[in-house]
């Protein structure tokens, strides 16, 4: 694992997507293994991975996915027992990816007047007042394309 860590970025993500099933056995791993720190470590490297995978190559837009998977990822410690099932079928990585590209598509890049629109939907999602946004967003119920759950809104 240490020297996976050391070794070029490229590389490591070279040498995981050559090896195909790497990430469902680390996925069970992190989460089955009896051993905590072998948990720990299994959780850090498929969240490497996974960061890697997903990246765009501009450090802004990489940087937004990131914080949205993050608040994303929360949802499952915060929903009731009988949520559990449902929130562990949706990937907060897919759904990171899913906003922040309706969101570059709609407000374009993050910089100057798009800044604050950008860092107020990141506040709102990662906000621990917000629970039921975060849940919602992951699981669909409101689109994270379009920021919206489909009812009319009249405004007031």
Known sequence: MNRL????ESLALDAFLTTSSLGGRLARVRTEHPNPKIRSE???LLYTWMRYLYATGDSKRDKVREILQKSLSKVADEV???MKKRVADCDPWDVAVSVESAMFERFGCFEGKQKPKYRSI???IGDS???DLRRKVLTGEISGETGDD???RDGK
Not at 5 to 8: D, I, N, R, V
């Open 122 to 124: 990141l506040f709102n």
């Open 129 to 131: 007042n917000n629970p």
């Open 80 to 82: 009731r027992v009988e």
């Open 42 to 44: 299994a959780n850090d």
């Open 150 to 152: 489909g009812e009319r």
């Open 5 to 8: 860590k050391e070794a070029p």
